[in-house]
């Protein structure tokens, strides 16, 4: 079946160059409550790029055209598209979480998509993104599984304290380091998990890892204080069985915020697979074996049988002379004796939410997320549950404070609302402000 997975424009998943702004609740914006949660990212700069790396079988990207927008230029797997103007139809008034730009019937894999900003003229300089919504094959028996884990089940290094009263952050509280060197460490099972936290002017980069390789860097550095959680990193490209996830700080004085993460078990059963097949591979040829020898075992007896002298056998009769007329000839009477030619008998072989043992309450508040429709514009609230009622077909309370990043739908002919981007490796740390691949 098809989701949808909605990419919260503040997310580390998008890599951004040093040229953006950050339009989050901005003074200088007096539109900026009609982007989805109150949030964009923009430029004026000519050649600006914003790039993802994601798996799914198609893309929508929304935002903004206004007055002075320019045209921006979208390239899906290197293959550019033509430019686009940012401008609304003459005599429109400018339009919001809007569709810019969309791609379907990409292969299910790794796929990336660059956009990038074209000066057209004075005061027609800008292009924005509000949010990005990918349209991913899952497996529906999966996906209704979905596992949520609190922060305060990751295992931490020393240098780590519990934050409470957060805004916006489920249970409004979340582990954070500023210390670099500083990991946060997950054991889960399943092929994909996704990690919400922390984005803004007092975050960094980190570095994330899996099963002890490395996936890259991450950049959670935003212009604007005060984001809600965002999803920090996101994959579905892990194999079914036991991983280990590693989060590590990378810049001193800069913050690791982990506020919870999703993960969905792969199939039951699936992760001894190999155990379970080996198991019926010899328990059948241990039946065989044993009857084998049974019947092995009751042909020999049969041979013995047949061969062995009866114990109610005739003697031979000697010679007699009868006074009976048709008595005058001897007569000798002898056993039975098996044709020692006759085959032996033979053998014929017949051919929802399960939450964490030790999960606390989770909330459906949600900020961009799933939804089972196709994707319209919808105003962001908090962070997203990502399962739970909109992406993954089942609802799991969560605490008043919560405010979510996704929302989810079954894809139809129209564009989606995405929930969940999955990151095959990310490429190396930009040296500007971003890195990591989704």
């Not at 079946?1 to 003074?27: C, E, K, Q, V």
């Not at 009263?165 to 509280?173: D, K």
């Not at 048709?326 to 020692?340: A, C, F, G, L, R």
């Not at 799933?370 to 909109?390: C, F, I, K, Q």
Request: a negative charge.
């Amino acid at each position: 079946m098809l989701r949808n997975f909605t990419l919260d424009d503040a997310s580390p998943l998008i890599r951004y160059d040093a040229t953006w702004d950050d339009g989050f609740n901005s003074s200088f914006d007096d539109q900026f409550a009609k982007y989805q949660g109150q949030s964009f990212q923009c430029t004026n700069i000519d050649g600006a790029t914003a790039n993802l790396t994601f798996r799914g079988t198609a893309i929508y990207v929304y935002g903004a055209k206004r007055s002075n927008h320019g045209y921006y230029r979208v390239a899906i797997n290197g293959e550019e598209n033509p430019a686009v103007s940012g401008r609304p139809p003459s005599g429109q008034p400018n339009q919001f979480q809007t569709l810019l730009f969309s791609k379907e019937g990409l292969p299910d894999g790794e796929n990336t998509m660059e956009l990038t900003n074209i000066r057209e003229g004075d005061g027609l300089d800008y292009v924005d993104i509000d949010y990005i919504v990918i349209t991913r094959e899952v497996d529906e028996s999966n996906d209704s599984r979905r596992t949520l884990v609190s922060h305060d089940q990751f295992t931490y290094t020393s240098l780590w304290t519990t934050q409470l009263n957060l805004q916006g952050y489920r249970n409004s509280s979340a582990h954070t380091t500023n210390t670099p060197g500083e990991k946060a460490t997950l054991q889960f099972s399943g092929p994909e998990i996704l990690v919400y936290g922390g984005v803004g002017r007092a975050f960094g980069t980190f570095q994330v890892e899996i099963d002890g390789q490395d996936w890259g860097v991450l950049n959670a550095t935003r212009a604007a204080a005060g984001h809600p959680p965002v999803t920090l990193f996101a994959t579905s490209s892990l194999g079914n069985g036991d991983h280990t996830l590693s989060l590590t700080n990378l810049e001193g004085g800069k913050s690791l915020t982990i506020g919870y993460a999703e993960y969905t078990p792969g199939k039951s059963g699936s992760g001894s697979n190999g155990g379970l097949i080996g198991g019926v591979v010899g328990g059948v040829l241990g039946a065989l074996v044993v009857l084998i020898i049974l019947g092995w075992y009751f042909i020999r007896r049969r041979r013995r049988a047949r061969h062995a002298p009866s114990e109610d056998q005739l003697p031979p009769m000697s010679s007699v002379t009868s006074t009976h007329p048709h008595w005058d000839n001897e007569v000798q009477i002898t056993p039975y004796m098996e044709n020692s030619g006759q085959p032996p008998v033979g053998y014929t072989e017949g051919g929802t939410i399960y939450p964490s043992t030790h999960t606390p309450s989770i909330s459906t508040a949600t900020r961009k997320g799933e939804v089972l429709a196709t994707p319209l514009p919808v105003l962001r609230s908090g962070e997203s549950s990502y399962a739970l009622s909109s992406q993954f077909g089942a609802s799991v309370p969560m605490s008043p404070g919560d405010r979510t990043s996704i929302h989810e739908t079954d894809a139809g002919t129209l564009p989606p609302m995405y929930d969940q981007v999955f990151l095959t490796r990310p490429p190396p740390l930009q040296p500007t402000t971003s890195s990591a691949s989704t």
